[in-house]
Nanobody, 120 residues
Framework: QVHVVESGGGLVQPGGSLILSCEAS????????VAWYRQVHGMRRAVVAR???????FYEDSMEGRFTISRDCAENKTFLQMNSLKPEDTAVYYC??????????????WGQGTQVTVSS
């Protein structure tokens, strides 16, 4: 079984910064991509940034230049550095990790989410 836990959310003023962390643990035979998503109440979950096993990164257009995704594969940890935060960045942020836990194919395991609130 695989567990994914996010941390690092909180309240920050506009223009401020936060670092979100995502840690996967359990039976991890191999891992592929990890992505950060966010969800505003009543709307569907949307991808923010994604990092694949080669280290290549992808960002949603409005985040590029402000957000940076990085990964420590040895520790099964992924980070999202968020700078120049705006009120519209307020959401619950989720980590989705593509992991093979021994079944022979990738599954996406989700954390419980961490709330980010950008407000003065």
């Amino acid at each position: 079984q695989v567990h994914v836990v996010e941390s690092g959310g909180g309240l920050v003023q506009p223009g401020g910064s936060l670092i979100l962390s995502c840690e996967a643990s359990g039976t991890i035979v191999r891992s592929n991509a990890v992505a950060w998503y966010r969800q505003v109440h009543g709307m569907r979950r949307a991808v923010v940034a994604r990092i694949v096993s080669s280290g290549q990164t992808f960002y949603e257009d409005s985040m590029e230049g402000r957000f940076t995704i990085s990964r420590d594969c040895a520790e099964n940890k992924t980070f999202l550095q968020m700078n120049s935060l705006k009120p519209e960045d307020t959401a619950v942020y989720y980590c989705g990790a593509e992991i093979d836990d021994g079944v022979g194919y990738w599954q996406i395991f989700w954390g419980q989410g961490t709330q980010v609130t950008v407000s003065s």
